[in-house]
């Protein structure tokens, strides 16, 4: 199994940029499709974004054009960049992988996998 954490949360400002690290051990990266989740006090846990075993991305439609993943499997690693951070970005940021054959979704029950989560506060 693999095991998840992830790292690079912090306050910012409005229009200002993060980058988040997820760290895979126990297990290659490179054999899970992997996602970014969020979740706001009060509010259910969002996908994000997706990255598939073959490169696939997939960005919910909040955060297109501003948020790129990308992963390093070299480093069994996966990445978040987030560019024109909003207020509404706050959130808990968690990284997540599913081993089964089909990609394509950002449904939570379907990864199996969790990291412990990563703030983002975006505030002035």
């Known amino acids: 199994q693999v095991q998840l954490v992830e790292s690079g949360g912090e306050s910012v400002q409005p229009g200002g940029s993060l980058r988040l690290s997820c760290a895979a051990s126990?297990?290659?990266?490179?054999?899970?499709?992997m996602a970014w989740f969020r979740q706001a006090s009060g509010k259910e846990r969002e996908g994000v974004a997706l990255?598939?075993?073959?490169?696939?991305?997939m960005y919910v439609n909040s955060v297109k054009g501003r948020f790129t993943i990308s992963r390093d499997n070299a480093k069994n690693s996966l990445y978040l960049e987030m560019d024109s951070l909003k207020p509404e970005d706050t959130a808990m940021y968690y990284c997540?992988?599913?081993?089964?054959?089909?990609?394509?979704?950002?449904?939570?029950?379907?990864?199996?996998?969790w990291g412990q989560g990563t703030q983002v506060t975006v505030s002035s």
């Open positions: 997540a992988a599913r081993d089964r054959s089909v990609c394509g979704t950002l449904d939570p029950r379907l990864f199996y996998f």
């Open positions: 990255i598939c075993k073959d490169d696939t991305t």
């Open positions: 126990g297990s290659t990266a490179s054999n899970y499709h």
